[in-house]
């Protein structure tokens, strides 16, 4: 049974969560973002606020073994900070057994790295390359036999069990998953994924029309079925950035030397077929600023979209496009964004990007849902400064992509089921 943070008595009770706080790390080891040590705050603080004791649990990095370099103890210090609590560290997450015992109510723990083990991927590794088939099945079976030891040593901790980790709920981790099993009647999801949960059904499931997705990014591949998704749910499907020249093309374009995926152009004139026959509003980009070279300073002009030049790509939408996709962002109601409309890293292709963050925070006075999905373009909004200017923005990149997918996350239904 599913339980809620704010109806559980957390009274002298210990609650494992699973975190998030895979953090950028610099040469030096100083956390570079601390966003996702933030987020997870509210949770953690409700659950010692309540009585409770925390032992928090995450990833960092993907180490294939024991390896200082991904230690979480290079950001107890800044979780301590953020907690308000000296943090207690286990520099091994399956013998932290007595650390955990002797928590008291308002105390907290940290766990070492889970990814110091196979077990909690649940993949083989150091397999020989040449590892024949039956090997590899041994050893994939050897994993999962001794993942339940490895699980139930992390769930032998606690009395509850919280997933506040987004940025892993599309993965079936033992932390992630398997170790809500021990919890049948005592696990529950965090504030941050709730939200994110929210936010997402915001859009899919409860959104008011008309509903516009803007799906920006570099290649059809790694997006094609969130597209498939959106476009039986959305009223608009804004297609831009480098994965739009592959539409254009498809459409019978010239698109000069732009991004595209030859392989992939059946897809889109699927899509845009499908978008067709459901009276969905699929907009390109009519109007693209193309460059001579893959380069910041490179020599640039605008053209229609679907006549670029041989010898020129298309680095970012033209005042045109915006303009259009403007006047649609600004009559939607509902507006999820991922990906970025332009090569928006290099300053002068990063105008496009920007109009949009502008537009979607333009949208969100104005009373539109909007929320900012996934890598690239939370990394756009949040540079540009927009982040607390659109109604959400997301911590998950995988996750989110799979969530708009419409799939169901492991972590998520772990909790649920
Ligand atoms: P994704 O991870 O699929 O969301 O893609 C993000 C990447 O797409 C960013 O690094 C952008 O620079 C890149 N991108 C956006 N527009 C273009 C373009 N017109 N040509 C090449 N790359 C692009």
Redesign the pocket.
């Known amino acids: 049974m599913q339980q809620f943070i704010d109806n559980y008595d957390f009274t002298g009770k210990k609650a494992i969560v699973r975190v998030d706080f895979n953090v950028p790390l610099n040469e030096n080891f100083e956390i570079t973002d601390d966003t996702r040590i933030r987020r997870a705050m509210p949770t953690l603080k409700k659950v010692l606020e309540k009585g409770g004791a925390v032992i928090i649990m995450s990833h960092l990095g993907r180490p294939k073994k024991v390896d200082p370099k991904f230690s979480l103890k290079h950001i107890v210090g800044r979780v301590s900070e953020c907690l308000g609590v000296p943090v207690q560290f286990a520099d091994d997450c399956q013998k932290a057994d007595a650390q955990a015992a002797a928590l008291k109510p308002g105390e907290a723990l940290l766990l070492e790295n889970l990814r110091y083990y196979a077990e909690e991927e649940g993949k083989p590794r150091g397999l020989a390359e040449d590892a024949s088939d039956e090997e590899k099945k041994a050893a994939k079976a050897a994993v999962k036999a001794s993942q339940k030891e490895f699980v139930k040593k992390l769930a032998s901790y606690a009395d509850c069990y919280i997933n506040d980790a987004f940025g892993t709920a599309h993965r079936a981790h033992g932390s992630t998953a398997l170790i809500a099993d021990y919890f049948p009647n005592d696990k529950m999801f965090g504030y941050l994924m709730e939200g994110e949960i929210k936010a997402v059904d915001n859009v899919l499931k409860n959104g008011q029309h008309p509903i516009t997705a803007i799906i920006?990014?570099?290649?059809v591949s790694?997006?094609l079925a969130v597209l498939e998704n959106l476009v039986t749910k959305v009223d608009n499907l804004i297609i831009?950035?480098?994965?739009?020249?592959t539409f254009i093309k498809a459409e019978g374009g010239k698109i000069g030397t732009?991004?595209h995926e030859d392989e992939l152009i059946p897809d889109a004139q699927k899509i845009m077929a499908i978008a067709k026959e459901r009276g969905v509003n699929l907009s390109l980009s009519v109007e693209?600023l193309v460059a001579n070279d893959?380069s910041n300073d490179a020599e640039t002009k605008l053209v229609p979209s679907h006549e670029i030049p041989d010898g020129w790509?298309?680095?970012?939408a033209g005042p045109k496009s915006l303009e259009k996709w403007r006047e649609i962002i600004l009559s939607s109601k509902t507006i999820l964004w991922?990906?970025?409309?332009?090569?928006?890293?290099?300053p002068n292709?990063a105008k496009g990007?920007l109009q949009i963050a502008e537009d979607l925070a333009e949208a969100t006075r104005n009373g539109a849902y909007t929320l900012v999905g996934?890598?690239?373009?939370v990394a756009a909004v949040t540079q540009m400064g927009y982040a607390d200017k659109v109604s959400y923005v997301s911590t998950g990149?995988g996750a989110m992509l799979e969530a708009i997918e419409g799939k169901e996350l492991p972590g998520v239904a772990a909790i649920r089921g």
């Open positions: 920006g990014g570099s290649k790694s997006k831009g950035g480098g994965m739009g020249y732009s991004l693209t893959f790509e298309g680095m970012d991922n990906g970025p409309v332009g090569v928006f890293e290099m292709f990007t996934g890598g690239d373009s990149g």
